[in-house]
């Protein structure tokens, strides 16, 4: 059938009729927020809203987050001290560890998920150990990390979520949990991270941009979906209980590339750059910051990711909620 037989506007006259065909669902409880901890509070410069945290900021933080009805927290911990393998990244009574514990006591019911990696502990800011020659000694990290996740686990987290990039880490990381009693525990693995040009604004605010080259080296080629593909089957097999794409909008593609290949969850990274570019077009006037992140994140969902990570998180709900 075609026009005038066929007239598609019939289901779009009316916001109960647009409501009742609507084919994807965006609600508070498919959100995580992002949240970092710090011994001092202070505001991220390229970030607009989003500020490093105390353990108190961070209870108070989760505590609103929960009352909108976002379910979840990632932690990124930034240390008062680093040193050349990331030491602080273990350190039971580091900033995340201390986090994970007070928010549980705080907020027993909220899903408190762990970032593992060394990039933020580490005074040349890569995410695994650095031979003498300057490149990354990928098997020698996977036992860092694999102690950083034990440390979380301790600590009380429910998730465990590797961002290093390391090959077989999820495996290294799945078998010391077990090993260690915590075999119920879930890995959210970043399985397809590229390396990309939206994370300045996380570095910033983690202090993790290295001290010479770069992570083209573990991280993907923005070019390649094939291999991300590669990447996630991989860490399927060795464990993952979700996997994830980041970033999230220049790679709506690979989400759903990788939502066609898997039944487990898929996790997207809604990343700082992407959130600074909107936060900066909406301060020039360009945009209604309500309308473009409400519908940046329901393409984000449209592509086939199950949960977002989003700095948006807790405006989000709050405007999911008037809707």
């Known amino acids: 059938m075609s026009f005038p037989d066929m007239r598609l506007r019939r289901l779009r006259a009316t916001a109960a009729l647009r409501g009742l065909v609507r084919e994807t669902e965006l609600s508070p409880s498919r959100?995580?927020?992002p949240l970092f901890v710090a011994s001092i509070g202070e505001p991220v410069d390229s970030m607009p809203g989003v500020s490093r945290l105390t353990i108190s900021g961070v209870v108070a933080a989760a505590g609103d987050l929960a009352a909108l009805g976002v379910p979840g927290v990632l932690l990124f911990g930034i240390p008062d001290h680093k040193d050349g393998e990331g030491s602080?990244?273990?350190d039971d009574e580091g900033p995340v560890q201390l986090a994970v514990r007070a928010i549980k006591s705080a907020h027993p019911g909220l899903v408190v998920m762990t970032d593992v990696c060394l990039c933020e502990y580490t005074t040349h800011g890569h995410c695994g150990v650095v031979r003498d020659d300057g490149t990354i000694d990928n098997?020698?990290?996977?036992?860092l990390l694999a102690r950083t996740a034990i440390s979380h686990a301790r600590a009380g987290a429910d998730v465990i979520a590797p961002s290093d990039m390391m090959d077989g880490r999820v495996g290294a990381i799945r078998a010391e949990l077990d090993a260690e009693g915590f075999a119920e525990l879930p890995i959210l693995a970043y399985a397809a991270k590229f390396a990309?040009?939206?994370?300045?604004p996380f570095r910033e605010a983690a202090g993790s941009t290295p001290e010479f080259g770069d992570r083209r080296s573990y991280q993907l080629d923005p070019a390649n979906a094939r291999e991300a593909l590669r990447e996630t089957e991989l860490d399927i097999a060795e464990g993952a209980d979700?996997?994830?794409i980041k970033p999230a909008l220049a790679y709506l593609d690979v989400i759903a590339a990788v939502r066609a290949i898997t039944r487990l969850p898929v996790a997207a990274y809604n990343v700082s750059?992407?959130?600074a570019m909107v936060k900066a077009a909406v301060a020039s006037g360009?945009?209604?910051?309500?309308?473009?992140?409400?519908?940046?994140?329901?393409?984000i969902r449209r592509a086939g990711a199950d949960m977002i990570i989003t700095y948006h998180a807790e405006d989000a709900a709050r405007w999911l909620a008037q809707t």
């Open 88 to 90: 602080g990244a273990w």
């Open 196 to 200: 990309s040009a939206f994370y300045g």
């Open 242 to 244: 979700i996997v994830m």
């Open 31 to 33: 959100l995580i927020a």
């Open 286 to 299: 360009a945009f209604d910051e309500r309308a473009v992140v409400l519908e940046t994140l329901t393409a």
């Open 273 to 275: 750059g992407e959130y």
């Open 139 to 143: 098997d020698a990290s996977l036992e």
